[in-house]
């Protein structure tokens, strides 16, 4: 297989739009074209970086990380569609950190504007905007955008790809193109004669690709289907590669012990470690040790032996002292106003309601504890790593060692789920420190999981403090200050060394930007300045704000006597019709205001974020030992449903991760250290309490959405609504379970 690593400056095929009126880094360095990051072997080509063809077949390289979301299925029928290749015929790996894989949608979530409300003129200068991400080198999977980054790009290089093919077949066939067509990965002429892609791969190499349409949508084959997954055989039968599966010769184990206090270390004792049978090295990382042995639970065995003095705490010790300092910024000016319509100081008649609201901070949680593999020569550095960053990974890991970036080799393996958490370099570091510490040994790095969730970068803690006006049933003022440490700020400024100007838009989402026609209307935000590390969550910002936003609406519709289904309704209508056909879609599909048993509960939520307006109805039933969430439905409008079937699979995932979340997520500190050790005290929902799902997928919004994360906001909000229809008592604090008598 061609080789990923060395830049060869070739055409990138995919065309790249103006930036509006021209930003601060100049038009021409935005729209030059990036360079391909494939270098052809023998009797190999790379049409662009979205591809390799040779004798063994086509690899159709994906920009962004497989964990578990199916986006590998769908970049590669992206390519498909357009390049006519057999399905059977593709292979999919992750690309290599390269600026050719920049993610265009990430930065333009960011602009001033409310999503749902886009204008063509917004949306394509989101787009626009979002090329500034080619000069960042911001090669990240997140926010929910990878299929929508990828849709025309990889469409471009697929479509190029089949007119270079022809262009190649008509040269050997001597005859002229347009008499060719192409299919399951042949070029075929009017005669019957057929050609392999894999027997152009040579011809095709010096042929630039012309610039061609792309299919209307409605010749489509693969897309707007629900394909085979590419991954599905792998993991079926355990061949699937995780960074934690890299094998080479002369393999060690190690692990890592930092401070659970994340601070740093005064002074250590490893005298006990060092006579374990089996420990080979213990290694000074600087803020924490690194063991190495003969086998991973050594290694870990041999970290905890050791005695270490650590420094405290840089925030409040415990949660009781974090709550106070989040409730403290209320008194703070906002950060963020960025929804402020009417006047909410104004005097409105009607009847008013106050609400507080309350959750805690979480962890990731992902069922693959973070781990590395790296191999240090003294001029070169291997790592194998199962990231979402590999650009940031790549530099800070050379960095770590004293290395260029050129000098290192990042392979991204699988994720065993990410949620954001592998966004981020530290479990991959440590792994390139303790290999450097041995030149010539590869490393297998492991983190327990207990030190896997001490170190996480936890989703914060947050409070909402509301007060709404109802009258004539219906809602007339909806006034909401948000107190929270910011996820945008504190996570820029770890990975990129600053933070983005302007208001925390992030810290506000899944509230302030909410699709419903409220006369007085206005969100605050509240930044609470607390060191403890945070990270991008799934749904981020959404899924506190949906949670408190969304029971708010639900409290104001029982206060104004209306039906919580069509008060939402109502205010919908009037703002964002696509909203307004999840919420009716989820309506009938729950047959929701039909009579039910005394011990039926159900419960609505609806939040629109990462472009993608979701409705859930939650139904729960008092068995007589214990509370069941028994039902779920969902409806979400996506735009263009590229795979039903992924797209059904990641709403009930969001789904899970958020009902996960509510009815038993919690994170508590206690000297300064994270409580919870182990999935035995912070749990999932299992097989037995997690409910049915239908879902249902529309296709009425302009522009295409996310589908990762919009599952996740409603979910929390409709399952404490369906609590309050069952048992009268309203959810304002998370983790339920607290209030509720949940089945776990």
């Not at 947050?462 to 700020?489: C, E, N, P, W």
């Not at 919908?572 to 039926?600: D, Q």
């Not at 307006?613 to 007589?624: M, N, Q, R």
Request: proline share 6%; aromatic share 8%.
């Amino acid at each position: 297989m061609a080789s990923i690593g060395k830049i060869a400056r070739r055409t990138f095929l995919i065309g790249t739009a103006a930036i509006v009126g021209g930003v601060a880094f100049g038009v021409y360095q935005v729209r030059k074209d990036a360079p391909n990051p494939l270098v052809a072997g023998d009797g190999e080509a790379t049409l662009n970086p979205f591809m390799l063809i040779n004798q063994d077949g086509i690899t159709i390289i994906a920009p962004r990380a497989e964990m578990g979301q199916g986006v590998h299925t769908t970049l590669a029928a992206l390519v498909a569609e357009e390049m006519d290749v057999a399905w059977d015929d593709i292979t999919v790996l992750h690309g290599p950190p390269a600026q050719a894989y920049y993610n265009q949608a990430l930065l333009g979530l960011a602009l001033p504007f409310h999503h749902y409300a886009d204008s063509n003129f917004q949306h394509n200068l989101r787009q626009s905007v979002g090329m500034v991400g080619k000069l960042l080198n911001l090669q990240v999977t997140g926010g929910s955008t990878s299929t929508k980054d990828a849709y025309e790009r990889m469409r471009h290089a697929g479509a190029s790809a089949r007119e270079a093919l022809k262009l190649a077949a008509a040269a050997q066939l001597s005859v002229a193109v347009g008499t060719l067509r192409t299919e399951n990965s042949k070029v075929i002429a009017q005669n019957g004669t057929e050609i392999a892609y894999t027997d152009l791969a040579e011809a095709v190499r010096d042929i630039t690709p012309p610039d061609v349409d792309l299919r209307a949508k409605s010749t489509w084959k693969y897309l707007g289907k629900s394909m085979p997954r590419t991954d599905m055989v792998a993991k079926s039968t355990g061949t699937a590669h995780y960074a934690a599966d890299t094998k080479l010769d002369g393999l060690k184990f190690a692990t890592v012990r930092m401070n659970p206090r994340r601070s740093g270390m005064v002074s250590y004792d490893d005298s006990a470690a060092r006579d374990m049978p089996g420990v080979e090295a213990i290694i000074d990382l600087g803020d924490g040790i690194g063991v190495v042995a003969n086998n991973t639970w050594l290694a870990m065995q041999a970290a905890e032996a050791v005695d270490i003095e650590w420094e405290p705490a840089s925030y409040p010790v415990d949660t009781e002292g974090l709550m106070a300092a989040t409730r403290a910024a209320f008194d703070l000016e906002p950060n963020s106003t960025t929804r402020d319509d009417g006047d909410v100081t104004a005097a409105v008649e009607g009847t008013e309601i106050t609400a507080e609201y309350v959750v805690p901070y979480l962890a990731h949680a992902t069922m693959e504890p973070m781990n590395a593999t790296a191999l240090y020569t003294g001029d070169t550095l291997e790592v194998w790593s199962g990231n979402q960053a590999p650009v940031i990974v790549r530099d800070k890991c050379a960095e770590a060692v004293g290395l260029d970036p050129e000098q290192v080799t990042l392979h991204t393996t699988m994720l065993g789920g990410g949620f954001g958490r592998r966004g981020e370099y530290d479990f991959s570091v440590p792994a390139a420190k303790i290999a450097a510490a041995l030149p010539g040994t590869p490393i297998r790095m492991t983190w327990s999981r207990e030190e896997d969730m001490r170190h996480d970068f936890y989703r914060p803690a947050a409070m909402a403090q509301f007060r709404g006006v109802v009258r004539d049933g219906k809602a007339q003022l909806v006034d909401g200050k948000i107190a929270a440490q910011s996820v945008t700020h504190t996570s820029s400024m770890r990975l990129v060394g600053q933070v983005p100007p302007g208001p925390d838009r992030g810290h506000v989402e899944g509230a302030a930007d909410q699709p419903y026609a409220i006369p007085n209307f206005r969100i605050t935000g509240h930044l609470a300045d607390l060191t403890v590390p945070l990270g991008f969550w799934r749904s981020v910002g959404n899924s506190h704000n949906g949670f408190f936003f969304d029971t708010f609406i639900d409290e104001l519709a029982h206060a104004a006597g209306t039906d919580p289904l069509q008060f939402r309704l109502d205010m919908a209508r009037a703002e964002h019709a696509p909203s307004a056909g999840v919420i009716e879609a989820v309506g009938e599909m729950s047959n929701w205001g039909s009579e039910k048993p005394a011990n039926i509960g159900r419960g609505i939520g609806f939040t629109y974020s990462f472009g993608t307006p979701t409705a859930e109805v939650v139904e729960v039933e008092d068995t007589g030992n214990g509370i069941r969430i028994n039902k779920c439905w969902i409806a979400c409008d996506v735009g263009t449903a590229l795979d039903p079937s992924i797209i059904e699979a990641q709403m009930v995932s969001g789904a899970v991760y958020g009902f996960s979340a509510a009815v038993q997520g919690e994170v508590t500190f206690s000297d300064g250290a994270a409580e919870q050790y182990n999935f035995y005290d912070y749990d999932a929902l299992r097989m037995h309490n997690t409910p049915a799902f239908e879902v249902r997928v529309l296709e009425t919004n302009p522009h295409m959405g996310g589908v990762g994360e919009p599952g996740t906001p409603p979910s929390m909000p409709a399952l404490g609504n369906a609590l309050f229809d069952l048992t009268g008592t309203r959810a304002r604090q998370l983790p339920l379970i607290k209030t509720f008598d949940l089945i776990l």
